[in-house]
């Protein structure tokens, strides 16, 4: 998640000893290790709860989505097809793929 290696964690480390001193580096430790903790089961949570919500539409969605042309789908997001009618054609099947034209 966080691109930090030991030489970087080690100098954090080593402010934080200076910042906070030895006399209060285990509790604010302790204080991260808590907030991390709850980020993480809020996060957690979040997501089972919209797994609940919209799982079996979000299935659908994806299922659909993997069958798309995923390497025209990204010309036409860099701009190199948008002058041909090509995009306009892809753009209109992946509405209708979605949902989102009626056909």
């Not at 006399?23 to 919209?50: C, N």
């Amino acid at each position: 998640m966080f691109d930090i290696s030991v030489a970087k964690l080690i100098v954090l480390a080593l402010v934080a000893l200076f910042v906070l001193g030895p006399e209060r580096l285990p509790g604010a430790a302790q204080w991260l290790g808590r907030a991390i903790r709850t980020v993480r089961t809020f996060a957690s949570d979040a997501q089972k709860q919209v797994n609940r919500e919209i799982g079996p539409e979000w299935r659908e969605v994806r299922e659909t989505l993997s069958e798309l042309p995923v390497q025209e789908l990204r010309t036409i997001r860099n701009g190199t097809l948008l002058g041909t009618g090509l995009a306009v054609t892809i753009a209109l099947q992946v509405l209708i793929a979605v949902g989102g034209v009626p056909t």
